[in-house]
């Protein structure tokens, strides 16, 4: 690999390890709400992001980004769905759903492929198509041994597939400082709000429950911004096959976290629908490497027949 596939590789990395051990973060913030906890985040992370911009001199930037409305209007975007994925996250960890939250990102590279097939107009290899299928028995499983559709799961599934496909289109315009710099700041006023809200009501946190507490709040600037960039620089040097094989570390991680810390309970019937996700992951990981396999191929050979 080159050194730019490298560097991508370890971001990814770097990105999904952090939100797989993401739980963790939010049982330490107890008695903090799902709502408190976000508004904290987009909050404290503008705060690191205006220190990243200062200590990188690139205010120009981020004025350019504001000026393009076509960068501007993909960033808001992203900055809508990163908000609704934080929410719905953040609540199934902080309610006992910590294995439906990790099912959405399990089910997150099915989205991509719809992605394709409805928003690029992508024709589905025959794996691909089997996969799909596959998804979707998996999902009529899970709902089954739910009792109720697994809202959470595809929400977080459906918010983050679109986030990281506006992320990956608007990618090569801004640097991911930049980027998230411009999320941050559409979303702070109605996380500040928020956060006024919260203490006029007496129903937060932030400085209730001790010095330590409030530290952990506030370090939720760096924690949420760290991977959310590791996450951005990832994205501009891969392609999406690679991204989409990387993103299977945060989910792995989050549902051990789930079964072997917070023990939550895992029936026969919700086995059997994990493992049918697992599933349609399968083949669709072969399907994605063979396809990357015959593309090198076509491209040395193209090499090969306009060298001769």
């Known amino acids: 690999m080159d050194k730019e596939t490298t560097a991508g590789v370890l971001f990814g990395f770097g990105a999904y390890g952090l939100w797989g051990l993401l739980p963790l973060y939010f049982f330490a913030l107890m008695p903090a709400g799902a709502v408190e906890i976000v508004a904290n985040r987009v909050v404290w992370s503008l705060l690191f992001c205006v220190f990243l911009i200062t200590v990188t001199r690139s205010w120009r930037t981020l004025a350019a980004a ?4 076509s960068v501007f209007g993909s960033l808001a975007l992203a900055a809508a769905l990163i908000a609704v994925n934080w929410l719905t996250y953040t609540y199934g960890v902080t309610t006992g759903q910590a294995v439906e939250a990790a099912l959405g990102y399990f089910i997150n590279p099915l989205v991509s492929v719809l992605l394709g097939v409805f928003v690029l107009k992508e024709k589905l290899r025959p794996l691909q198509w089997a996969a799909v299928g596959i998804g979707f ?6 709902t089954v041994s739910y009792g109720k559709l697994p809202w959470i799961a595809l929400t977080l599934a459906f918010s983050f597939g679109m986030y ?6 608007v990618g090569p315009k801004v640097d991911a400082v930049t980027s998230l710099s411009v999320e941050t700041i559409v979303l ?11 203490g006029v009501t007496g129903t937060a946190t932030l400085a209730s429950q001790g010095p330590g507490h409030f530290w952990l709040l506030a370090a939720s600037g760096v ?7 590791f996450f951005g620089a990832s994205a501009r040097r891969l392609p999406m096959t690679t991204i989409g094989l990387l993103q299977y570390v945060a989910p792995l991680l989050q549902f051990i976290v789930a079964l072997v810390v917070f023990q939550e309970a895992m029936t026969a019937s ?26 090198s191929r076509n491209r040395k050979r193209a090499k090969q027949n306009a060298a001769s």
Do not use: E, Q, S, Y
């Open 66 to 69: 504001f000026r393009d409305r």
């Open 188 to 198: 702070a006023p109605l996380a500040a709000v928020t956060m006024v809200l919260l």
């Open 137 to 142: 028995v998996a999902v009529g499983v899970l």
């Open 223 to 229: 924690i949420t911004a760290v991977p959310l960039l």
């Open 164 to 169: 990281g496909f506006v992320k990956k289109r």
């Open 270 to 295: 919700r086995w059997i629908g994990f493992g049918v996700v697992w599933l349609a992951l399968l083949l669709l990981t072969v399907d994605m490497l063979g396809a990357t396999r015959k593309n």
